[in-house]
């Protein structure tokens, strides 16, 4: 069974400072790998997404995020906060021959001025 | 890009009565829509996933009389909260994923969330 593990629930950073948010996934086959960002009482918003091909995805947003298969991680990473990226972020994993998405519990991001 | 859209964005309804919440793919053609739970503070769990044309899968421990769910096209997805009770009060999401290259063109789009508050 697939699963999704975000280290840290909460992590905050001061504006301008580098952003890095934690995932580690366990799949039994290439998973397809996602970060999405939730503001509050808001849906869901695809900020990246790696299936095949090249290991470094850039997203929207400035934000981008590296797939190790070594390390069987997925961590997001943004150069330079901004006062706008505060808000929930979620990893998730797929099985390319499944139909559902494993979330991780999320990570709150807060951006101190 | 996909959009899903998803109304009500917030309801509010009496204890015992039925609230219907629905789900559409507007660019899309969606085979399959899936519905979430979200509690405060928490990540999505995953309530049913729901196939055009035929019955939804729901995971282990959704109540399935409780939670109706039709997928009568491929646009359009319901869920319907039965009976609403105080406890049933959460934030409810749905998510659809576009057929196009395996099902990843745009990925799995989510909609915007509809606050259930019961009374």
């Known amino acids: 069974a697939q699963s999704v593990t975000q280290l840290g629930s909460h992590v905050s950073v001061s504006e301008g400072a580098l952003v890095l948010l934690r995932c580690n996934y366990s799949?039994?086959?290439?998973?397809?790998l996602f970060w999405y960002v939730q503001y509050p009482n808001q849906g869901l918003q695809l900020l990246l997404k790696?299936?095949?091909?090249?290991?470094l995805v850039k997203g929207i947003n400035g934000f981008e995020a590296e797939f190790k298969k070594s390390e069987t991680s997925f961590h997001l990473t943004k150069p330079s906060a901004h006062m706008s990226d505060a808000a929930e972020y979620f990893c998730a994993v797929s099985d390319p021959g499944a139909q559902k998405l494993v979330f991780g519990q999320g990570t709150r991001l807060t951006i101190n001025p | 890009g996909a959009v899903v859209s998803q109304h009500p964005s917030w309801v509010i309804c009496k204890s015992g009565t039925s609230v219907k919440i629905e789900c559409r793919s507007l660019?899309?053609?969606?085979?399959?829509m899936f519905w979430y739970r979200q509690f405060p503070k928490q990540s999505l769990m995953l309530m049913a996933t729901?196939?055009?044309?035929?019955?939804?899968?729901?995971e282990q421990g959704v109540e399935k009389d409780k939670f109706l769910i039709n997928h009568a096209s491929l646009t359009l997805s319901t869920l319907t909260v039965t009976s609403a009770h105080p406890e049933d009060s959460s934030f409810y999401i749905c998510?659809?994923?576009?057929?196009?290259?395996?099902?990843?063109?745009?990925?799995?789009?989510f909609g915007s969330g509809t606050r259930l508050t019961v009374v």
């Open positions: 660019d899309f053609q969606a085979t399959t």
């Open positions: 799949s039994s086959v290439p998973p397809y």
């Open positions: 790696y299936t095949t091909g090249a290991t």
């Open positions: 729901s196939n055009e044309g035929s019955k939804a899968t729901y």
């Open positions: 998510s659809a994923r576009d057929p196009g290259q395996g099902g990843l063109r745009y990925g799995y789009t």
